[in-house]
């Protein structure tokens, strides 16, 4: 499976981006799929991930209640809709894949996207 992320930009605080991943090669309906996030001279932290069937999401606490994570299995594709964005949000965000759900949790994932990057001003 291939990855590729987009819909990153710059955003004012308190404004919204959807991003969007697309998977190339095979079909997404078998993989559990998560978002990460690194700001700049940081560590790569977990955004939040979706099942398979995209029944169970889970966010950190640092984006839960902002962030949404959804699926498109018609599209292939995997969506980050992050609202009341604010400066600490700014990062390379990337989607990652893999069919065991703990791997993605753990940023272990077999399936990277390129990364697109959110600039949020104050």
């Known amino acids: 499976v291939q990855l590729q992320a987009s819909g990153g930009g710059l955003v004012q605080a308190g404004g919204s981006l959807r991003l969007s991943c697309v998977a190339f090669?095979?079909?997404?309906?078998?993989?559990?799929v998560g978002w990460f996030r690194r700001a700049p001279g940081k560590e790569r932290e977990f955004v939040g991930a979706?099942?398979?069937?995209?029944?169970?999401?889970g966010y950190s606490s640092s984006v839960e209640g902002r962030f949404t994570i959804s699926r498109d299995f018609t599209k292939n594709m995997a969506y980050l809709q992050m609202n009341n964005l604010k400066p600490e949000d700014t990062a390379v965000y990337y989607c990652?894949?893999?069919?065991?759900?703990?791997?993605?949790?753990?940023?272990?994932?077999?399936?990277w996207g390129q990364g697109t990057e959110v600039t949020v001003s104050s």
């Open positions: 990652a894949s893999d069919p065991d759900i703990a791997n993605v949790h753990s940023g272990a994932a077999h399936y």
């Open positions: 090669g095979r079909s997404f309906n078998d993989y559990h």
């Open positions: 979706t099942s398979r069937s995209d029944i169970s999401t």
